[in-house]
């Protein structure tokens, strides 16, 4: 008989060992086309030493690596990351952009199904047995000067050219979880599309629907994003992947949809007066046609208006889905699109603004570096979303820090001066620290 396994060792796939032991193997595994013999420093060392100084949130790659190993026989890149030797920085920038991006996609998918087999995706589930997903388009890279042949381009009239980058990103998220777990990204650059024409959000986010199907064949998948995609052409495209959606949808973008449910003698309505005295109020049709098309996709219709104490309208917004609303699922479907904010809030902001330098250039390259640099920031992230999810001890160290960039910025001092034999040893010296901070506060 299988014995079921504890909460301890369900949480064991989620330890900063084994996160850290699957993204080794999948570096190992990614082929090397260098010429070996001529190589001084592993493609593991060099893509895992640029992960590392991501995880510490630090701003620059040399400055960390010159710290780490400063006068030191031994360092922190080797116990707790397992990297052999240390290439200078021009050197690790150099594989990094030789890197296929594409190769990190296994270890997206293995976290997801580490969380998954650790029952931390449970709560995520906004209806039964379905995952939302949303998504949204961010740029990473902007630049007049430094730019690659992947680079998107704008021409301005004085004639100068602005060259940038951005990605098609995903992630899972619930409105009642604060972390959110990002999915491997689309790039949105020139040399992905094989198009004369420049690639776009949109031409991405197609892409995006097609990778996540063959990722997560058989999760139940709600994808939620903005009024760009409540587009014929794209509802067509997540229903054809057997996925569902709630699409933001204003009414100026769907007028004849608006036209279609004016002529209803009244909507079937909900209204709920919450406990800090404001009204939800739901109204909603099924089965309504999307654009004046003779092909145009039938959705569902929802209208949600949040009116406060006061009696002044807060808050305001329609979707469509192709869920059949009723009034049980209109409270929980409206408040599933309205969590779409998350990815904006919880991601991106995060990304940009709480330490993770997502704007600050690591290096440009000349094929993959700029992206690259983008995903192995997003899975220092999503190792430290996990943390936040999983790991009571991060839980109570965080909330004893004011912000995530504090608790960082206590870490990199510590591997400075400290060399930690794993990272049960840094983080109970960082929890150490911290109770006698407070003590010396105490007897102050
Ligand atoms: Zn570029």
């Known amino acids: 008989m299988r014995s079921i396994p504890s909460a301890h060792s369900q949480k064991k796939h989620l330890s900063f060992d084994a996160l850290r032991s699957t993204l080794s193997h999948c570096l190992t595994t990614i082929p090397d086309s260098r010429v070996q013999g001529r190589c001084q420093h592993s493609l593991h060392d060099a893509m895992m030493s640029a992960f ?6 630090d701003s620059s790659i040399a400055e960390f690596q010159r710290q780490v190993q400063e006068g030191k026989n031994n360092n922190n890149l080797h116990t707790l990351f397992d990297v052999q030797t240390i290439p200078k920085d021009t050197q690790l920038r150099d594989v990094v952009d030789n890197v296929s991006s594409e190769a990190l996609r296994p270890v997206f998918k293995a976290y997801f199904h580490q969380l998954q087999r650790a029952k931390q995706l449970e709560p995520f589930q906004v209806l039964p047995n379905l995952y939302m997903c949303a998504i949204d388009g961010v740029y990473h890279h902007s630049s007049e000067q430094v730019h690659c042949e992947q680079c998107l381009t704008k021409k301005h009239r004085n004639g100068s050219v602005t060259y940038s980058h951005g990605v098609l990103q995903g ?5 009642e979880q604060r972390q959110v777990i990002p999915v491997m990204p689309e790039p949105i650059a020139n040399s992905e599309t094989g198009y004369q024409k420049q ?12 990778h996540l199907k063959r990722d997560h064949p058989r999760l139940g998948i709600l994808i939620t994003g903005d009024g760009l995609f409540s587009k014929a052409p794209m509802v067509n495209l997540v229903l054809e992947h057997n996925m569902h959606f709630v699409f933001v949808a204003k009414p100026d973008d769907h007028k004849y949809m608006m036209q279609w449910i004016a002529n209803y003698d009244g909507l079937p309505e909900l209204s709920v007066n919450d406990l800090r005295g404001r009204v939800h109020r739901y109204s909603y049709q099924n089965q309504v046609p999307l654009s004046a098309k003779e092909d145009a996709p039938l959705v569902n219709y929802i209208h949600y208006e949040l009116t406060n104490e006061k009696g002044k309208v807060t808050y305001r917004n329609s979707w469509v889905t192709d869920i059949v609303i009723d009034k049980h699922n209109v409270a929980r479907l409206a408040k599933a699109g309205r969590c779409r904010w998350k990815i904006e809030n919880e991601c991106f902001n995060t990304l940009k603004n709480q330490g993770y330098h997502l704007n600050h250039n690591f290096g440009h390259g000349k094929k993959n570096l700029s992206h690259n640099m983008y995903l192995l920031t997003l899975l220092a992230f999503f190792f430290h979303q996990i943390f936040e999810l999983s790991d009571p001890d991060y839980q109570l160290c965080r909330k004893s820090y004011v912000n995530k960039m504090a608790l960082w910025e206590t870490f990199r001092t510590l591997i400075i001066y400290f060399i930690f034999d794993s990272w049960n040893d840094a983080f109970s010296k960082l929890l150490e620290g911290r109770a006698n901070a407070k003590v010396h506060q105490k007897n102050k």
């Open 199 to 210: 690639d776009c959000e949109i031409n991405a986010a197609k892409r995006f629907i097609a």
């Open 171 to 175: 992630a899972f998220m619930h409105p």
């Open 52 to 57: 590392a100084c991501m995880f510490f949130q």
